[in-house]
């Protein structure tokens, strides 16, 4: 016979037993984020541009170094479309567990406003701000026998006649910069599209263009052989290998200050234990010297920041474009 006090014993005796099993449960939980990554695991590196481009060997940088820091293999896979959107896609979708990266650019911050009726998931939403890696900055660029030496020069031409500029395509970093310098000076430079950044700066070299707010990079070989002249660079300080040419805010417009950067996210449910590791990782994997030289070699300066910093800089990047784009009716092709 089960009596009142046999009850209350049985009753007690599970009691002591639930919490040890939630913290058991709640252990284990964790314990993927606390061992991560699991060895012999493989680390997919999405990069939604072509190979070949500075996104692209940055990543390979990286991923080699990731490889050998935390002893895994990492791959990097190309997959390119829909203006960097299916390569971002595909890792919003992809399993939290930290074996799938994204490596993104200030083009998806333009992205989360330009393209967002058009996308299938949410960037805002779907993805995880794991580390900002480096940046590069705008390089503003006219031809060697221009008469526009000077960001003022181009205001004061750009108000006394129809000028027009080139860009590496709708929503890119160069066209954004140029809207931004129509706004700061109540311009209307013809803003025209190409199909890259190089055929533009072809153009450019021909006369067919007046200016191009270009990808440093890739306008910086042009500089030096001196078939394009450099007249303002939109960065924070001169860079040393151009360094006669001044800063935005030293030429009187430190508003346009415009950097192309390149950072790291992973699925939006990833664990914060993951984040929080895979960040201090690459952020270390940038602080190492041959790193940063590489780094600088590509054009880019370091500009490591791990999830606490990276994820503000990220909210205030797409609410800054948003606002561009909206004030200057920019709209998807």
């Known amino acids: 016979m089960i009596t009142r006090r046999m ?33 012999g695991s493989v680390l997919k590196y999405v990069v939604p541009f072509p190979p070949g481009g500075l996104t692209d060997v940055m990543a390979r940088l990286v991923g080699q170094q990731l490889s050998e820091r935390l002893g895994v293999t990492v791959v990097v896979e190309n997959r390119p479309g829909a203006g960097a959107m299916i390569g971002a896609e595909q890792v919003s979708r992809a399993a939290p567990d930290g074996t799938t990266l994204l490596a993104i650019t200030m083009t998806h911050s333009v992205n989360a ?6 996308s299938r998931f949410d960037i805002t939403k779907d993805l995880k701000p794991v580390a900002l890696l480096a940046s590069t900055p705008i390089l ?10 000077t960001l003022d020069d181009l205001a004061k031409a750009a108000k006394g006649k129809e000028l027009n500029a080139g860009s590496s395509g709708v929503g890119t970093p160069s066209h954004l910069s140029l809207a931004l310098f129509n706004q700061i000076n109540s311009t209307n430079i013809l803003h025209i599209p190409y ?27 042009y500089v030096q052989s001196g078939k394009l002249r450099a007249i303002a660079i939109a960065s924070a300080a001169r860079n040393p290998q151009v360094p006669n040419v001044p ?28 984040v929080q590791r ?11 010297p041959e790193v940063a030289e590489k780094t600088r070699s590509l054009g880019f300066s370091v500009d490591a920041r ?8 990220w909210n205030s990047e797409v609410q800054r474009w948003r606002a561009l784009i909206q004030s200057a009716g920019i709209t998807a092709q």
Request: hydrophobic share 50%.
């Open 7 to 39: 009850l209350l014993a049985s009753a007690l005796a599970l009691a002591a037993i639930a919490p040890a099993a939630g913290v058991q449960a709640q252990s284990q939980a964790q314990a993927p984020a606390t061992d991560y990554p699991a060895k």
């Open 113 to 118: 406003t330009l393209l967002r009726d058009r």
């Open 140 to 149: 503003v660029v006219v031809p060697a026998n221009s008469k526009i030496r």
């Open 195 to 221: 199909a890259g950044g190089a055929p533009s700066l072809t153009d450019l070299m021909g006369g067919q263009l007046d200016v191009i707010f270009s990808n440093y990079a890739e306008s910086l070989p």
């Open 247 to 274: 800063t935005s805010a030293e030429a009187g417009m430190p508003k346009l200050n415009v950097e192309q950067w390149t950072a790291v996210m992973l699925p939006a449910a990833t664990p914060d234990a993951i």
């Open 278 to 288: 895979l960040g201090k990782e690459l952020v270390g994997i940038m602080a190492r």
């Open 306 to 313: 791990g999830p606490a910093e990276f994820a503000p800089f």
